[in-house]
């Protein structure tokens, strides 16, 4: 079975702080994806990134980064500088290589203070 | 870009009711997911389908069922709405595995909260 764990429920800071939210997973599958999704106050879930268990390289874009640690099964997200709009439920997924479902944590809700 | 739209953006029924959440994507997308969001749960899934006429349970089929006559709509039914399926109910579409697939992201609508009173 296949369990994502975000265990950070409530992350509130400062505009301008940097903010890191966890995720650890576990699956007994070699190959296997994570992605994070953002989910603002509208409602609607936003596909941030997705890395698959072989690719281990960290990833930026823009304010956002990514930490990808096979090792201790960790997929952690970085937001620097934070802005009032980073603020939203940020959800940790994760799906098998032949699998079309995707478990997902329970979600990080991130408020970012002007 | 993919478009997911959800035909409801709130919705408020009674206990006992027969609900239909109606589904469409735009990407003739093979795949598509039913998912309810409660806090501290965070998404779990209720149906998906692979393909026209085609159904799986997820995790929490219960008192659901689904309907996929076309590629492009999925429906989620409510056979007898009950209070504890007060929630938000979120639409999603995706690419199939396959080797020029792999790892495809789901898009999601923008949800429907539904109130049972």
């Known amino acids: 079975a296949q369990k994502v764990t975000q265990a950070q429920t409530e992350i509130s800071v400062v505009e301008k702080e940097d903010v890191t939210l966890d995720c650890v997973y576990e699956t007994r599958d070699t190959t296997y994806y994570l992605f994070w999704y953002k989910q603002p106050p509208s409602g ?25 640690q096979k090792s201790t099964s960790s997929f952690n997200f970085t937001i620097t500088a934070s802005q009032v709009v980073d603020s939203a439920v940020y959800f940790c997924a994760l799906s098998g290589a032949h699998d079309y479902k995707l478990s997902f944590g329970a979600g990080t809700t991130v408020t970012v203070r002007a | 870009d993919v478009k997911v739209t959800q035909s409801s953006r709130y919705l408020v029924k009674r206990t006992g009711e027969k609900v239909f959440l109606e589904c469409v994507q735009d990407m003739d997308h093979e795949n598509m997911f039913w998912y309810r969001q409660d806090p501290g749960l965070g998404l779990r899934l209720i149906y998906f389908s692979y393909d026209v006429k085609m159904k799986e349970k997820g995790d929490i089929p219960e008192g659901y069922s689904v309907s996929r006559e076309k590629k492009e709509r999925f429906s989620l039914i409510l056979e007898s709405a009950s209070t504890n399926q007060t929630s938000m109910y979120l639409c999603a579409s995706s690419f199939p595995r396959g080797p020029r697939n792999r790892g495809q992201p789901q898009h999601f609508g923008d949800g429907t909260r539904l109130s049972i009173l």
């Open chain 1, 44 to 68: 609607e879930l936003v596909f941030l990134i997705r890395r698959n268990s072989f690719d281990e390289q960290n990833e930026i874009s823009g304010r956002y980064s990514w930490n990808f």
